[in-house]
Every structure is written in C-alpha cells, then in structure tokens.
C-alpha cells in the first residue's frame, strides 16, 4: 500500500547530517541551540521565507520574520548591519555562512512568524546561515500581556539568544536610531551582537 501525499503541502524535511555550530558562540547569553537539530521539521514552503542572494558578506545579516518586524530600523544602527528585506541571506562569493539576527514584533502574529524562521532554521533547511539570535520589538508601550510572555519564552528555546527592544515612539514615526542615545536595553543590544561577532572574527583568523 503506497502513502499518498497532499501536493499542495510541501513535506517536512530533515538534513542527512547534523551542522556543526559555528566557532566563536560560546559566550554568555546562549540558551538555545547554537545550530539546526536533527529531527526539526521543515515549515510548510508557504510559511518558509524566501532566500535572497547577496554579492558581498556583511558583519551581520537582520532578517525580518514578518513585515513591519523593525529590520531596517535595527539594520540603521551599525554602517555594517544590512537589512535583507524578510529574506534569508546567501553570499554569492563566499563559502562562509551569513551571519544573522531575526527580528519580530512581540504581538501574536509577530512571534508565529518568529517561530515559523527559528523553525525553518532549525531543521536544516538554511544551511547556509548562522543564527546568532532573535531581537522582539515591542509592538506596544506597557507590559506584554502574560500569554505573550509565555509564547515569547517558547519561542525562545528555539534559537540561541534573545534580546527585547521596547516600545519607541521615534521608531514608529520613522526616525532613524541613534546608538548613542537610544535606550539602554537598544545599546545593549548593540554592545552583545558586537561582542560576538568580534569573538567570532577573531575565531576565523
């Protein structure tokens, strides 16, 4: 008796090997997987993001789980971050994995999307990439509602960090961030992600 399949839903898939996680990691802060875990299973292809080619390798990649996620406005605060509009980055000229934080909204729909990447990542369907963590903006001044906070700590567990960004109102009008004087959970943000992708670097060499 042969199974059959529906064709409009793509299959889960599973990597043949595991991928080894990528040296300079081991800092503070990590919680989660360092990289894809046998087993994960593969989104299905409609909730999957795109892969978008890029011909040059940048210090970090911020990927957007979702529109409207903050990329850009994240990606503004290093001359060497590159937004790369909800997509995951592959270099061209390069054999080295990208080096990515997603970004989502702390709002239900936000974190779905979040977990749909961090899902996507993890089962090995992106090789190609290196996920240093995940930034949720604050999709509302105030304290998040326990339901979200309770998803967002699922979420969690499913990449290696975690940072939260709060509500700015500067953000949402369009206003370029400033590291200098953004918040300070903002400039921590910055002062970690430089950290370990100076740790990584110096790893490589």
Request: proline fraction near 9%; avoid cysteine; charged fraction near 15%.
């Amino acid at each position: 008796m042969t199974t059959e399949h529906n064709p409009w839903v793509s299959q889960p898939l599973v990597p043949a090997v595991a991928i080894e996680p990528p040296s300079g990691h081991a800092s503070a802060g990590v919680r989660g997987p360092l990289a894809p875990q046998l087993g994960v299973p593969a989104p299905d292809r409609a909730d999957q993001l795109a892969t978008r080619t890029f011909a040059r390798d940048a210090d970090l990649f911020v990927v957007g789980a979702h529109g409207g996620a903050g990329e850009s406005s994240l990606a503004a605060l290093s001359p060497s971050w590159v937004a790369t509009d909800h997509a995951w980055p592959h270099i061209a000229s390069s054999s080295s994995r990208a080096r990515v934080v997603l970004v989502a909204r702390s709002n239900m729909q936000g974190l779905l999307a979040a977990q749909r990447a961090a899902t996507q990542w993890g089962s090995g369907l992106v090789p190609f990439v290196d996920v240093l963590g995940l930034v949720i903006v604050a999709d509302a001044p105030g304290k998040l509602p326990r339901p979200l906070r309770d998803f967002a700590a699922v979420v969690a567990g499913g990449v290696p960090r975690v940072w939260k960004v709060p509500w700015s109102e500067a953000l949402r009008l369009g206003e370029q961030p400033n590291p200098a004087t953004a918040h300070k959970d903002v400039r921590a943000l910055v002062t970690d992600l430089t950290a370990i992708l100076t740790g990584a670097a110096r790893t490589a060499h």
